[in-house]
């Protein structure tokens, strides 16, 4: 009992002092899901900084390419305009780095992941391995739950309900196009495609076998056919 004890723990010790390059990527992505938040927040605060100053509807801060006219409308009232554009830096900082990161996470994801990547695109792969929290629990996962993972949520509000509520028929998946750009009916049926093609990509990609040109092209033939389907019941 106590030999078995002490390989328990020498494995367990082996397995927390291994390199995790799946994890260093996990924590790019949530680092960039950080950044994204604290621009969003930093975007709202510029926005009402300027409404709550000049009451004007006409005047706006949506973007950067709002910023000479706002600037402009600061010094006209004779305001101080160094606290804003201070500020307004900050907020630029904050869209390159967001750009930065994901350009990093991408270029390190088409690597890691070249056939998931491929057929969804590397930032999609990207997001789902972070839903599962590590490569090997990703490999693990059938088709179905690649399907919902991102959709957590109405998973448990559906299972709350004793059924009542219908199951997702997508998480994170809605964002490929060939999801988003379906009717709502048909949108479960591209997803599940996807889901499907995407569990084999995730194997052989922990396997280092090449697959995606022909995954690619079966998820491509399914596409046509539901836009085909949505189509005829257009007319």
């Known amino acids: 009992m106590r030999d078995r004890r002490k390989r328990f723990l020498k494995k367990l010790k082996s397995q927390l002092e291994e390199v995790s390059e799946d ?9 960039y899901y950080d950044l994204k938040k604290v621009k969003a927040l930093f975007l709202e605060r510029l926005q009402e900084w300027i409404y709550n100053t000049f009451h004007d509807p006409k005047l706006k801060f949506k973007n950067l390419d709002d910023v000479p006219k706002v600037l402009e409308k600061i010094r006209e009232h004779g305001f101080d305009p160094k606290p ?31 056939n998931a990547s491929y057929l969804v695109g590397p930032f999609i792969a990207g997001m789902l391995l972070e839903k599962a929290g590590s490569f090997k629990k990703l490999v693990s996962f059938p088709a179905s739950t690649i399907q ?3 959709a957590e949520k109405a998973l448990f509000k559906h299972l709350r309900s004793n ?10 998946l809605f964002l ?3 999801v988003h750009s379906l009717p709502r009916k048909l949108r479960g049926r591209m997803a599940r495609t996807l889901a499907s ?16 040109k022909r995954l690619k092209e079966k998820i491509d033939k399914r596409y046509q056919e ?9 007319r």
């Open 226 to 234: 539901l836009k085909s389907i949505s189509q005829q019941r257009s």
């Open 23 to 31: 994890q260093y990527i996990i924590n790019s992505v949530r680092a």
């Open 148 to 150: 919902v993972l991102g």
């Open 197 to 212: 093609k995407l569990a084999i990509a995730f194997k052989a990609d922990y396997s280092k076998d090449d697959v995606k």
């Open 84 to 114: 804003f554009q201070e500020f307004l830096e900050a907020y630029k900082a904050l869209v390159e780095q967001e750009k930065a990161l994901k350009k990093h996470i991408e270029k390190n994801l088409e690597r890691m992941l070249p």
């Open 163 to 172: 059924r009542k509520v219908k199951p997702p028929k997508h998480g994170i």
């Open 176 to 178: 490929h196009p060939y």
